[in-house]
C-alpha cells in the first residue's frame, strides 16, 4: 500500500495536533523507507532495476529486514521510542507504533508478499500486488476513501474550516498515489508509451519510489498544515 499508509498519519496528526505532520508521515512509512536504505545497503534488492519496465505484478523484493514480521517488533520499538522521546510522552509513542503496526496491517491485504523471517518462513500476507493487482488497488483506494472520509468529517465537527479546493488538493495526492499504482499494476511505462529499450547503467526503479513518495509527503504535509484555520 502506499497513499493508504499516508492517510493514517493525518488522523494520527488531527488527534495529536501538538506533533508535526511531517514525524507522523515519516513513521507511517518507515517500513517502506527502511527498504529503500535496505536496497542501497544490498539487503534487499529491488528489482527489475529499470523503472520502465516495472509493474505491481513484476516488482520482486525480499523485504526481510523492513517488512518481515519480526523485524516489525523492532520498527515499533523504535517508533515508540522516537516518540516518546521527541515528544516526552508515552501516548505519542504509541500512537508512533501503531503507525508502523497498521502500516503491516495494510500491507497484509494490499502490498507485497511478507514473511515471518524470511522467504522460507511462514507466509503473511496476501500479497495481491503480485497475484491480483487491481483487486490490491481497489483495496487501497476504499481505505483511503474511508479515512479521509473520517478526518474531513472529524474536522467539520472540531470546527476547522477548509475550502473546497484544498480538499481537492488532498484528495488529489492521494489519488495521484492510486492512480500512479493502476497505470502500472499490470503494464509497465515502457509498454504503455512505446519507449524504446535502452540501458541506463543503474537501479532507476528504486530512485521513481522515493521521488514518488517524497513529492507525496511534500505535497500532503504542505495541503494539511496550510489550508486549515478554526472558525
Known sequence: MLAGHFTTAII??????????????????????????FHYLGLETTT????????LNNMEVDMLYSHD?????????????????????TQIGLVSAGLVAVHFIFDFFSGHLHHFFGSDSIEVGLGLYATRPY?????????SA????????????NG????????????????YGIVFMTLIATRSFREI??????ELGFNSTVPTLIFTYGAMLYSLHYFVTTGSQTK
Open 146 to 157: 474511508f479515512i479521509l472520509g473520517y478526518f474531513f468529517r472529524k474536522e467539520r465537527i
Open 193 to 198: 508509451f512505446g519507449i524504446p529499450a535502452f
Open 135 to 143: 483487486l490490491a488497488i481497489l483495496i487501497e483506494a476504499v481505505v
Open 12 to 37: 494520527a496528526k488531527q488527534q495529536n495536533p501538538s506533533v508535526s505532520l511531517i514525524f507522523f508521515l515519516v513513521v507511517s512509512q518507515l517500513q517502506d523507507l527502511s527498504w529503500f536504505v
Open 69 to 89: 514480521l519480526i523485524p516489525l517488533v523492532i520498527w515499533c520499538g523504535l517508533a515508540f521510542t522516537a516518540g516518546s522521546a521527541l515528544y516526552k510522552n
Open 48 to 55: 527489475p532495476d529499470d523503472a520502465f519496465n516495472a509493474t
Open 160 to 175: 476547522v474550516k477548509r475550502s473546497i479546493k484544498n480538499k481537492i488538493m488532498i484528495l488529489s495526492v492521494i489519488a
